[in-house]
Nanobody
């Protein structure tokens, strides 16, 4: 298991930007694919983005494609989510997640960071 700690959430106006960070500890960071998920009030948690362990492949939900960018720094054990052109519907608690690179499902989660986008 790895430990994940998110930061960078906050309140921003529509059209603005935020960058979320997730510091990872406990196991070699490069063994893990990393992801971001979010959960809005009254809704189920949904996938946002994923980056492969080497950083050469990324995947995005259609709702954020072209606006959000996931990246990682394997030397610093950090994964980022750059969020641009934010919309009120992006308001949610954002969670960092990890899965061993041969696993199908994410099984390690951070505590979440709140992102609120005002109209």
């Amino acid at each position: 298991q790895v430990q994940l700690v998110e930061s960078g959430g906050g309140l921003v106006q529509a059209g603005g930007s935020l960058r979320l960070s997730c510091v990872v500890s406990g196991r070699p960071f490069s063994y893990y694919n990393m992801g971001w998920f979010r959960q809005a009030p009254g809704k189920e948690r949904e996938f946002v983005a994923e980056i492969a362990w080497f950083g050469d492949r990324t995947y995005y939900a259609d709702s954020v494609k072209g606006r959000f960018t996931i990246s990682r720094d394997n030397a610093k054990n950090i994964v980022y989510l750059q969020m641009n052109t934010l919309k009120p519907e992006d308001t949610a608690v954002y969670y960092c997640a990890a899965k061993f690179r041969t696993n199908l499902n994410f099984n390690s989660w951070g505590q979440g960071t709140q992102v609120t986008v005002s109209a």
